[in-house]
């Protein structure tokens, strides 16, 4: 089986710009998460999708949107980046989500996203 | 609210034994534990669930302190494969629909 894709794997961006990055799960998976890691704050819950519903969000402000299709690829959108923004992007795909507390996530090998 | 993780870092020689600690102000329903090698994705190593049962596969067990609200990762007669950061993750109640990670424990085995 297939692992956890992601597309592209490195990018760099100017402040003010937007991005879009893209998750393939695994197939049969319905649920995408995806998470911010940096340095100083570790690994850090965005949101979850599932079955094309966003179902969970965590604290990050609205610039961070997301989406999901019918054959539950994600896509995450960041608009007007700031410097900050410079991190490590993973997803994680898993059949039933985070509702499904005994269910393993599968994580991709993340975007690393630079701004300048 | 964000599990917290001790040590932060801890250097070995292969052979030794580790332990890492997760920890929550809050009461935990479940602890995921990964490890992330680096410039690689965080790979899963073990669930628990609230109960005190303690998992394990090869040398890396855990147990869960459901009253402590608490959970540690043993790695007994560490190998050099097991040199990464590891991560805990929590489910605060059932249901839960986030996953909060920890900071991490950077671990380094050397010969």
């Known amino acids: 089986k297939a692992g956890v894709t992601q597309t592209p794997r490195y990018l760099i961006k100017t402040r003010g710009q937007q991005v879009t990055l893209s998750c393939s799960p695994i197939?049969?998976?319905?649920?995408v998460s995806w998470y911010q890691q940096t340095p100083g704050q570790g690994l850090q819950f965005l949101f979850e999708y599932f079955s094309e519903t966003q179902r969970n969000k965590g604290n990050f402000p609205g610039r961070f949107s997301g989406r999901q299709f019918s054959n539950s690829r994600s896509e995450m959108n960041v608009s007007t980046l700031e410097l900050g923004d410079s991190a490590l992007y993973l997803c994680?795909?898993?059949?039933?989500?985070?509702?499904?507390?005994?269910?393993?996530?599968?994580f991709g090998p993340g975007t690393r996203l630079t701004v300048l | 609210q964000q599990p917290v993780q001790s040590p932060q870092a801890v250097i070995l020689r292969e052979g030794e034994d580790a332990v890492i600690n997760c920890s929550s102000s809050k009461a935990l329903y479940s602890v995921h534990w990964y490890r992330q090698k680096h410039g690689e994705a965080p790979v899963f190593l073990m669930i628990?669930?609230?109960?005190?049962e303690q998992k394990g596969h090869d040398k890396i067990s855990a147990s869960f302190n459901e009253k402590k609200q608490q959970s540690s990762l043993y790695l007994t007669a560490s190998q050099l494969s097991y040199s990464g950061t590891y991560f805990c993750g929590s489910h605060g109640t059932q249901g839960a629909q986030k996953l909060v990670f920890g900071q991490g424990t950077r671990l380094t085995i050397n010969p």
């Open positions: 197939s049969g998976h319905r649920s």
């Open positions: 994680a795909s898993s059949p039933r989500g985070l509702a499904g507390i005994t269910d393993t996530q599968y």
């Open positions: 628990l669930l609230k109960g005190g």
